[in-house]
């Protein structure tokens, strides 16, 4: 079954009035997180799988973001991307071992292990290189530690615990589901330890990558599903996609960051097009696909009612 | 002038009352007859969960006047940030006192999530900043830092954590944290600080207090200790050029007559396991040291542990929290919180169990009989 993410614009616009003529009635029960929260319910009634919530050094915080959405929802799945150094793992943990309890379990982690030496110095933290996944794999183990043992104790180069672990009613919840992402050696080596999906670029070496993980993660005992993160802009027929989004577009298009996407690549065309194309990725063995299209609200209720159906449809030829 | 009332929230489940301790409101104990579990329905998942009794509890509070509810945190409680964020939008003006230890953050990024919080709830935050009790209880946390080294990194915390919002960009060198450059974005920077409410009675304690605090919180003592612990901080604030604020936490069993308080007290006593008293000493806090003192008389009754008029400290027997609470009738407990007023408290953090019905009792029938 494919799985559609969402990412939500948590980049700040600026404050928008009503000017002077309507009666603005709004005072404080609406704030600026509103249009957010309302996307997410969007996502969730258009019947999306979930919504990636991403880590932005100059946007909203993205735990709270997704702690209001999960409360908001009932189906959604909600990922959170985070920059490991936030928080010790036996914190984070905590804090998410409350949103899966409060959620029937739709957390998900997206831990972000990229961004330039400057913005990560600006965050307190100046690991740099190989390091940087040591101390991401140091913090899944540990958080994975205490949320299924007790006692744990660990003792690793970043972190330590002793005899740790949660207790009853904090005990038996599912860990967060797991994405990550990168081609390098030591993403991958991170993924086959620590991922249940890893998610490539739309122009990655998918077959090379997938063959690549399958041998590693098989070492560990375990399965990685693939996943692809890009942008779509997909409308009721090819020449009005392409109009949208600029004559030269071709169905594979880099062009999404003058659309103002943070992912540059990904695919314009009808529904079917998009549909046929994610097709090719589900049968290169794709399962996942973190997508961005902007206005994220009005989008949302595209994908469901359009690009869904269209999806749908692929999946039944495939399968018969 | 005007006091600023705040309730609490259980993050661990509630009782039903003072008389029998078992946490039969959320999923810390068995589920039993008589339990309240949202979660389950005829011993079923229902898609409901405990957040729903806190949002209950908060609202209750709220209604009832409360100008917002501590959350805390310990190793087997829910989280407040995650509670807390999941709760912001279905509250109006209740505020969010959430319970950390600061070492357990990144500075910068605590911030963002603050500020974000601030712009989720219109600038309901207000944190609690405890610098943990040491003992298994810290090594469990990851934290091997000792008792004035983490005082020393909660002030580091606070100052970058302040320094990225509002002194930006903010850069920082120390023994725990180091930043370049570090800035809230325009629109979370825009938000207001939160109010700083500090705990810890040692002098690193205080001294920290002194430099960053709004409000030293103290569990409530015997009123000439806490004049004693208030006049040190002040003496030591009047050295760093801060002034402070007072807060105290204290449980409250108020009735309509003093009689059925103590009898409620009694109840509870007598089904409780007194050895309790003598146990709990693995930590390296100074607070509940300076509790156990307040209680060095033999016990022999329940009447033994009112160490002054109104002030019982066995509520450590009755429910997990701190020891001294005020019983007695609604006037009488009225009267005591007048006179912690006097001595300068400007802000209570009470308490009640049952927290959903006590946060509408005493609310309705002892707030309004202050005089502040």
Known sequence: MTELLLRLPTRHGPPTGLGPVPRDVRADHYGPLERLFQTGRAAETAGLGGVLVPHDPLGEESWTVAAGLLRHSRHLRVVAEFHPGFATPVYAAKMAVTLQRFSAQRLGWRPALDGDAAEHAAQGDFLSGPDRYRRADEFLTAAKGVWTRRPFSFEGRFYRVLEGGFDAPLTGWAFPRVYLSGTGEEALELSARHADVHLLGPADDIKAVRAELAGRSARWGRDVELGVELSVLARDDTAEARADAGSDAGPHWEGFAGLGHTLPSGLVGSYDDVAALFDDYARRGVRTFSVEALPALPEAYRLGERLLPALAEQEQARVR | ?372
Not at chain 2, 95 to 112: D, E, S, T, W, Y
Not at chain 2, 316 to 331: D, E, I, N, T, W
């Open chain 2, 1 to 372: 002038m005007s006091v600023d009332f705040y309730w609490r929230i259980g993050m661990h489940g509630d009782q039903r009352s003072l008389r029998e301790r078992a946490e039969s409101r959320g999923d810390w104990a068995p589920h039993v007859a008589g339990s309240i579990t949202p979660a389950l329905r005829g011993g079923a998942p229902d898609g409901y969960a405990y957040i729903e009794h806190m949002a209950d509890v908060a609202r209750a509070a709220e209604s009832a006047g409360f100008y917002g509810g501590l959350m805390p945190s310990f190793p087997f409680t829910d989280d407040p940030w995650a509670a807390a964020a999941m709760l912001a939008r279905e509250t109006r003006t209740f505020r969010f006192m959430v319970a950390f230890q600061p070492g357990f953050l990144n500075p910068v990024h605590a911030a963002r999530m603050a500020a974000t919080l601030q712009r989720a709830s219109h600038g309901r935050v207000v944190y609690n900043v405890i610098t943990g009790g040491g003992g298994p209880a810290q090594l469990w946390w990851g934290d091997e830092v000792a008792h004035d080294d983490r005082y020393a990194r909660t002030q580091e915390f606070l100052r970058v954590h302040r320094g990225v919002w509002q002194e930006r960009p903010f850069d920082f060198d120390g023994r725990f944290y180091r930043v370049e450059g570090g800035a809230l974005p325009d629109a979370l920077a825009a938000q207001e600080f939160p109010e700083v409410y500090f705990s810890g009675s040692s002098p690193a304690a205080i001294d920290a207090a002194g430099r960053h605090a709004d409000y030293y919180l103290s569990w409530l003592e015997p009123f000439g200790a806490l004049a004693e612990k208030f006049a040190a901080v002040r003496a030591h604030s009047a050295a760093t050029g801060r002034t402070h604020r007072f807060a105290v936490r204290a449980e409250v069993v108020a009735r309509a007559t003093e009689e059925a308080a103590w009898a409620e007290v009694r109840r509870g006593f007598e089904a409780a396991d007194t050895a309790a008293l003598r146990a709990g000493r693995s930590g390296d806090s100074v607070g509940a040291a300076r509790s156990r003192a307040f209680l060095g008389g033999p016990v022999n009754g329940y009447r033994d542990l009112e160490v002054a008029p109104n002030v019982w400290g066995g509520f450590g027997l009755l429910r997990g929290g701190p020891a001294f609470g005020l019983v007695g009738s609604y006037q009488q407990v009225a009267e005591r919180l007048d006179e912690l007023i006097a001595l300068g408290v400007d802000s209570f953090i009470l308490a009640g169990v049952p927290h959903l019905e006590e946060a509408h009792r005493v609310g309705e029938e002892v707030l309004p009989l202050l005089r502040g």
